[in-house]
């Protein structure tokens, strides 16, 4: 985290009588920077020698206590002091020590907290170890000084899930003593230590704390039980090794198991995955920052029209009401329009059902939804969201209403997955209003929205499509005009690499496993199945017109497609589904197609090794990746990481495509597509950026800063 600029100290100390106050400052979350560190410790040093001193006080400025370790730390060299040995140096401390909590006190924040005797908090803090997001696991001291407040069953699960919970279930918990009445904490802590000190409260530190753990059974039960919880999580590191640490909490003297901890916080830091989850973390907060919020301000949101209530109208009209927006839904008939509202209103049935909302709820959401089928109803609406046919003519027809209904300044955004919004733009009196909004479906669901930018767009639209994305708790990711745009131009194409290898000699069966064993939740053609063989076989007609004669191409899932098989919807495609089932088995009438295909484009089928699969399949993706930042489609290659892992399924932990390939190595995975294209030279043609970054010995991510 940068320095903070102003001239506060990070670490400042004030007396009260026998109270000193410890307040940390480090804007904007008061992170445990290596400053932050060095005045505590110092704080404790000096004020342990204070005689007049009777109890200190620990509290964060500005609106949290403090948000952790400083990520950004992570895998530089480290610099003492160790926030382990803080936290042991203010346990140790021989006056009586009170943590203050307002905001978050997460990860280390919560270690300190953990380390001192006391802990007093606001009603709207929020605690939590949310290291196991971030590939690690507390590590100064928090599993095992959690466990010794709590039970193991409590702190795996804060651990294991890393949520934050609030100041009510902490107290409820034992992790804090007591409620503060006022939300001024510093004023708080210091008369909740005043009072401990006035009922002569003795020094309680929570490394000496038996209670929770006696009932040793009932505490290796619940390790057990967590235990095979993250077994069932393949693929995850830290998670197992957290239980291993709440194991030493229970088997080893609280020094020894701080010795453990330390241990495996090392491995988990080093790890690929925490590089990858960090790489994450910074990357979400970049993607909501484009070159438009920079420097315009968004136009007002409140009422919004969405035309189409088919299945993405439908969704994106609930994430919509989610928000608390007004909503209005144009259909092309009385019929379309009640099925249109059907799908919404269904949505909340469910909630209902599985009581997540009540009747009064989901009627009080519904006032604020509309619907007509007329484009007048639009007269007022601050954003429309056009949902219809994937089909130009039929686009251009509704933003010609649009142009005629619409007031002046009102956002026109279309959801198109690969027309020319450039093209649509054009064709109205007001192109700089018109915008691309890419939701995915389930579009109540999923948190990717693409926010495509055309050429004559003004930048407060374009801020506006963020300001709409923060308000539906989507995270948004700036895309420039393509066919596919960042996500499906490259999904095509390492789809387009899974057909090759298909064709050449690999079942889609094992693709299909080879990339869930690599982390995806489904391989592309569980994914196709699920999505409808229809929606890529329209496309592929779409694209024949251009495409180029030359390339190769496999008519494997046309043949499907011919068939009716379009997967679960069908009741088969590349696997059969039984009734109603979701999970399919391959389809044994797929294997005489793929034959006959290979047959006939004089293909001799080979073996593949999974690696071979996957080098393949992550190659294609990483080269169009680099073909879409140096096209400037995306802004930097973490767009595309976070696209591909909010969309597409990319597993979390390997950080995106870009971010893996820096992991594994740029020349290995230029080498891989230059062996390759000893094959098909005009597929596998190396993407310059990617030729120009080895040959200069960098990576994607020194694209990222700057
Ligand atoms: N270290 C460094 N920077 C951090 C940080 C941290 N722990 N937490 C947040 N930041 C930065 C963000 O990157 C962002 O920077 P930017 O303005 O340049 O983009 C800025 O602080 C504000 O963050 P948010 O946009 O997330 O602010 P919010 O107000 O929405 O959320 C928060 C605040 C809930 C505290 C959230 O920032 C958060 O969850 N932070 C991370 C908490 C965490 O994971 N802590 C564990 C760290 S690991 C650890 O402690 C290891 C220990 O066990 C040894
Ligand atoms: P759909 O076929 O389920 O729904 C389209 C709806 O638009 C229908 O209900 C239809 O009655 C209505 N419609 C057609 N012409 C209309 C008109 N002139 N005025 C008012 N309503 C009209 O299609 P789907 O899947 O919802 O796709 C809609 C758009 O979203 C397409 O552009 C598609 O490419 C895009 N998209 C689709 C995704 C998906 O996974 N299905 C994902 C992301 C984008």
């Known amino acids: 985290m940068p320095a903070h600029t102003d001239s506060l100290p990070a670490v400042r100390v004030q007396r009260d009588g026998a109270i000193a106050l410890v307040t940390l400052h480090n804007p904007p979350v008061n992170a445990l920077s290596t400053a932050v560190r060095q005045g505590l410790q110092q704080a404790f040093a000096e004020l342990s020698h204070d005689a007049d001193v009777h109890a200190i006080v620990i509290a964060g400025s500005g609106a949290n206590f403090i948000a952790g370790a400083d990520i950004r730390e992570f895998g530089q060299p480290p610099q003492a002091p160790a926030l382990p040995e803080v936290c042991n140096q203010i346990e140790a401390c021989d006056k009586l020590v009170i943590a203050a909590i307002h905001g978050a006190a997460l990860g280390g924040g919560l270690e300190i907290a953990l380390s001192a005797h006391y802990r007093v908090a606001v009603d709207t803090a929020k605690v939590g170890l949310p290291e196991v997001a971030l590939g690690l696991l507390p590590g100064a001291g928090g599993t095992q000084r959690a466990p010794r407040l709590i ?50 409260a003795p020094i309680r530190r929570t490394g000496e704390q038996t209670a929770a753990l006696a009932d040793r059974a009932a505490q290796q039960a ?44 090392t491995q988990c830091l080093h790890s690929p995955q925490r590089a990858g989850l960090v790489h994450l973390f910074f990357a979400e907060r970049e993607v909501t920052k484009s070159p438009e919020t920079q420097s315009a301000q968004p136009r007002p949101l409140q009422k919004v029209g969405v035309i189409g209530g088919g299945t993405m109208g439908a969704g994106i009209a609930v994430s919509l009401l989610d928000a608390g927006l007004n909503v209005t839904m144009i259909e092309r008939d009385d019929a379309a329009l009640a099925l249109g509202q059907s799908r919404v209103a269904k949505v909340y049935d469910g909630a209902v059902a599985k009581g997540r909302l009540t009747e009064e709820g989901k009627a009080a959401i519904l006032t604020r939804f509309q619907g007509s089928t007329h484009y007048d109803a639009l007269a007022d609406a601050d954003l429309v969201i056009e949902a219809v046919f994937e089909d130009m003519a039929v686009k251009k027809a ?41 939701f995915f479906s389930p579009a109540n669901i999923m948190k990717l929205l693409e926010i495509v930018v055309p050429a004559k767009v003004s930048a407060d639209v374009v801020a506006t499509g963020f300001a709409l994305a923060k308000k539906l708790k989507k995270v948004p990711v700036r ?40 982390g995806y939740p489904m391989g592309p053609y569980e994914m196709s199945d699920l999505a409808g063989g229809d929606i890529g076989w329209a496309t592929r007609k779409r694209r024949a017109a251009t495409r180029d004669p030359k390339a190769r191409y496999v008519h494997i899932a046309d043949r499907l497609c011919e068939r009716g098989w379009f997967g679960q919807k069908t009741g088969q495609g590349w696997y059969v589904y039984e009734a109603g089932s979701r999970s399919g088995k391959p389809n044994p009438a797929v294997e005489p197609l793929i034959a006959e295909a290979r047959a006939k484009a004089g293909v001799t089928p080979r073996p593949f090794t999974r690696e071979e699969l996957e080098r393949r399949y992550v190659a294609a993706m990483v080269n169009e990746g680099a073909r879409v930042v140096e096209e400037g489609i995306a802004l930097r290659p973490l767009d595309v990481d976070v696209t591909l892992v909010h969309g597409y399924g990319f597993p979390r932990h390997k950080g995106g495509p870009m971010k893996y390939a820096d992991l594994v190595g740029l020349p290995q995975i230029l080498a891989d597509i230059q062996s390759f294209a000893k094959e098909d030279p005009l597929f596998w043609q190396p993407a310059p950026l990617l030729v120009r970054l080895v040959q200069e010995g960098k990576n994607f991510d020194s694209l990222n800063h700057g």
Request: glycine share 8%.
């Open 222 to 265: 619940a390790i057990d039980a967590a235990r095979a919880e993250v077994a069932k999580k393949k693929g995850l590191f830290s998670p197992s090794k957290i239980v291993d640490c709440v194991q030493a909490a229970l088997d080893q003297p609280f020094a020894d198991g701080l010795a453990t901890e330390r241990d495996l916080f």
């Open 398 to 438: 509704v933003f010609a209403e649009l142009d005629r209904v619409c007031r002046p300044g009102a956002v026109l955004a279309t959801n198109t997955s690969y027309l020319d919004i450039n093209e649509i733009a054009g064709s109205i009196s007001r192109p700089q209003d018109v915008l691309g909004l890419h």
């Open 151 to 200: 039970g193991a069953a409590a702190a795996l699960d804060l651990m294991l899930s890393g949520r934050h919970a609030s100041a009510k279930e902490a107290l409820r918990l034992g992790l804090i003593d007591h409620i503060a009445t006022s939300n001024d904490i510093a004023a708080e802590g210091v008369a909740y230590a005043r009072s401990l000190l006035a009922d002569g």
């Open 479 to 518: 895309a420039g005009v393509c066919d596919g745009f960042i996500g499906n131009r490259i999904l095509a194409v390492y789809r387009t690499a899974a057909d090759h290898m298909m064709e050449d000699g690999a079942s889609p069966f094992e693709i299909d496993a080879m990339v869930r064993a690599f």
